[in-house]
């Protein structure tokens, strides 16, 4: 009985990962698209968006070597680490990237008051 419900939990993952890392790829995709796009609208001159693509691209790596591990050496828990983490870190970089929206529109509103 534990063997049947452990490969039904295992079967569940496996589905939900299926459904789950097509759609982050196609977010981070989408979000790379659009840095890159206010990076080369800015000349290259922005350091934050630069900063922000670099950060975008680490944090892929970590996902990307998460589930290499599971597909390649069966570490299930891999799988699991890789749904669990992913959503903590885009949220962390969503946080962050407002926190510098809010610190360059200050800036902007100092530099204007001068």
Same mark, same amino acid.
């Given at each position: 009985m534990v063997a049947g419900q452990m490969a039904l939990l295992v079967q569940i993952i496996?589905?939900?990962?299926?459904?789950?890392?097509?759609?982050?790829?196609?977010?981070?995709? !989408?979000?790379?698209?659009?840095?890159?796009?206010?990076?080369?609208?800015?000349?290259?001159?922005?350091?934050?968006?630069?900063? !922000?693509?670099?950060?975008?691209?680490?944090?892929?790596?970590?996902?990307?070597?998460?589930?290499?591990?599971y597909y390649f050496f069966g570490v299930k828990g891999m799988a699991l680490i890789a749904v669990i983490v992913c959503p903590f870190y885009m949220v962390y970089l969503k946080r962050q990237k407002q926190k510098a929206l809010m610190k360059a529109e200050s800036r902007k509103i100092t530099n204007h008051g001068k």
């Amino acid at each position: 009985m534990v063997a049947g419900q452990m490969a039904l939990l295992v079967q569940i993952i496996s589905i939900g990962l299926m459904i789950l890392i097509p759609l982050f790829f196609i977010w981070w995709i !989408w979000t790379f698209v659009a840095l890159f796009a206010e990076k080369m609208k800015s000349g290259g001159k922005r350091v934050d968006v630069i900063k !922000w693509l670099t950060l975008w691209g680490l944090g892929m790596l970590i996902i990307l070597l998460l589930i290499a591990g599971y597909y390649f050496f069966g570490v299930k828990g891999m799988a699991l680490i890789a749904v669990i983490v992913c959503p903590f870190y885009m949220v962390y970089l969503k946080r962050q990237k407002q926190k510098a929206l809010m610190k360059a529109e200050s800036r902007k509103i100092t530099n204007h008051g001068k």
